[in-house]
């Protein structure tokens, strides 16, 4: 089978397993593959025949238009990350206003304390729908109802606690 391993295949199967691997993987020793690899004019002791050679401390080297893409991205990334941060610092003001908000008691009174005062509220619609939802709501705030329908008109109205 480690005749069957061709420049092509090494190449493919070198940016993913390592020599040893893949001379296991086609029957034949490490020397045997050193020696193809120097037959097809791969760097022998190279990590990764796939990749361009780099010495140690070098970067690899880009063109000029590669490097004016990565520098496109890095400025489109540091804009969106700019605008996140913004939109952050936006959102924490808005959430330190909105608890201080909710924190700081009601002056007024509340619903409870308007219905008892008013001592009845009545709504009249067409509307059933409407009549339905205002129906729960006070129901919801725990107020005594009164509910007829008198000729197409629904009429709610909150009956005084005694």
């Given at each position: 089978m480690g005749?069957?391993?061709?420049?092509?295949?090494?190449?493919?199967?070198?940016?993913?397993l390592t020599d040893r691997r893949i001379a296991e993987?086609?029957?034949?020793?490490?020397?045997?593959?050193?020696?193809k690899k120097k037959k097809w004019g791969i760097t022998?002791?190279?990590?990764?025949a796939a990749l361009p050679q780099v010495g140690k401390g070098e970067l690899p080297k880009l063109t000029t238009q590669e490097s004016d893409s990565f520098k496109e991205q890095l400025a489109r990334k540091d804009a969106e990350i700019i605008k996140l941060k913004k939109e952050i610092k936006k959102l924490s003001e808005e959430?330190?206003?909105?608890?201080?908000h909710q924190q700081e008691p009601s002056d007024g009174p509340?619903?409870?304390?308007?219905?008892?005062?008013?001592?009845?509220i009545s709504i009249r619609t067409e509307d059933e729908q409407m009549a339905d939802l205002i129906k729960q709501g006070l129901f919801a705030l725990g107020s005594d109802l009164d509910y007829r329908v008198r000729s197409g008109i629904i009429?709610?109205?909150?009956?005084?606690?005694e």
């Open positions: 005749e069957q391993l061709i420049r092509e295949k090494y190449l493919e199967l070198s940016g993913t993987q086609y029957n034949m020793t490490s020397q045997t593959l050193i020696q022998v002791g190279k990590r990764n959430a330190a206003i909105y608890q201080e509340t619903i409870q304390e308007v219905l008892t005062r008013l001592g009845h009429e709610v109205t909150t009956v005084p606690s």
